[in-house]
């Protein structure tokens, strides 16, 4: 089965948390936006935070390395609720494919909403998009696949 979910205005952890178990069911993923996913939580401390991880990895040293993508970021943070170092997790992961925007071969098909219960905005909260961050840690721009 394949799920096309759209990933404005959803929270990354509840959101990767929910793809992650239907990526371990079977199903074949499609997150569309992943740039305008959002993080809850100060945008300055998530900036710290984020800067800290990248900054741990680099040319001098062997790693980790950390994407400064919207689409890799998302993907990685769904990574992380997968065992990934089991087949299971390593099969599943492969079913994900994460977009910036909306591809052309997916235009015409109807993205689904996860349920607000899932991964619903928080009522006055500050945020930081996914997008936002990622020009905050160096990325460049642009549509990407």
């Known amino acids: 089965m394949e799920l096309i979910i759209d990933a404005d205005g959803l929270i990354l952890g509840r959101m990767a948390s929910f793809v992650a178990k239907k990526l371990l069911e079977g199903n074949k993923v ?26 741990r990895g680099g040319i001098s040293r062997s790693g980790p390395y950390y994407p400064r993508r919207p689409d890799l970021l998302v993907k990685r943070a769904i990574r992380g609720m997968l065992p990934y170092k089991q087949e299971k997790g390593r099969s599943a992961l492969k ?26 905005r928080l009522s006055r909260a ?20």
Do not use: M, Q
Request: glycine content about 10%; overall charge positive.
């Open 30 to 55: 499609f997150i569309l936006n992943a740039e305008n996913a959002i993080i809850s939580g100060s945008p300055r401390t998530t900036f710290e935070k984020y800067k800290r991880r990248i900054d």
């Open 95 to 120: 079913k994900l494919r994460v977009y910036i925007g909306v591809p052309e071969d997916l235009s015409d098909k109807k993205a689904e909403r996860i349920a607000s219960a899932d991964a619903k």
């Open 126 to 145: 500050r945020v930081i998009k996914i997008g936002e961050l990622c020009h905050h840690l160096g990325w460049t721009g642009g549509k990407i696949g």
